[in-house]
C-alpha cells in the first residue's frame, strides 16, 4: 500500500480545526437558548406584531386593529412574545401598552430584512 503524505497534512489540519471549532462552540444550553427564541421569529403573527411595535408602543386593540386579527389571537401571540421576553407591557389605568423589550430585537430584524432582501 502507498503511503499518501497529503492525506496525513489534511488530517492533522482537520484534527487541528475541529479541536479548535469544539473549544469555540457555545455551550449546548445557549444553543438550545438561540434556537428556541428563532422558533418564536418562526411565526408570521409574531412577526408582525414585532414590526408594528417598532412603529410605537401599542394596546392589544391597536395591535389587533393595524394587523387586522382578533384581539384574542393576539393576546395569545402577545403571551408567546412576553415569555421569549421580546416585549415588555406597561398598565395606564385598565390599559395595558406593549412595546419592545430591547433594542437588540431591531437589530435581528434590520439584519434578517438585509438578508431576504440581497
Known amino acids: 500500500m502507498v503511503h499518501n503524505h497529503e ?13 479548535k471549532v469544539a473549544r469555540e462552540l457555545p455551550d449546548e444550553e445557549i444553543l438550545y437558548d438561540v434556537a428556541e427564541l428563532f422558533k418564536v421569529f418562526g411565526d408570521s403573527t409574531r412577526v408582525r406584531i414585532i414590526c408594528a ?3 410605537s408602543e401599542m394596546c392589544v386593540c391597536g395591535i389587533a386593529e393595524v394587523l387586522g386579527m382578533t384581539q384574542s389571537a393576539i393576546s ?3 403571551r408567546v412574545l412576553k415569555q421569549a421576553r421580546l416585549v415588555k407591557y406597561r398598565r395606564e389605568g385598565k390599559t395595558v401598552f406593549y412595546s419592545l423589550a430591547d433594542a437588540h430585537i431591531k437589530t435581528i430584524f434590520n439584519q434578517a430584512f438585509e438578508h431576504v432582501m440581497e
Open 7 to 19: 492525506h496525513d497534512a489534511c488530517c492533522e489540519t482537520h484534527t487541528k480545526v475541529v479541536e
Open 53 to 55: 411595535l417598532f412603529e
Open 76 to 78: 395569545h401571540q402577545l
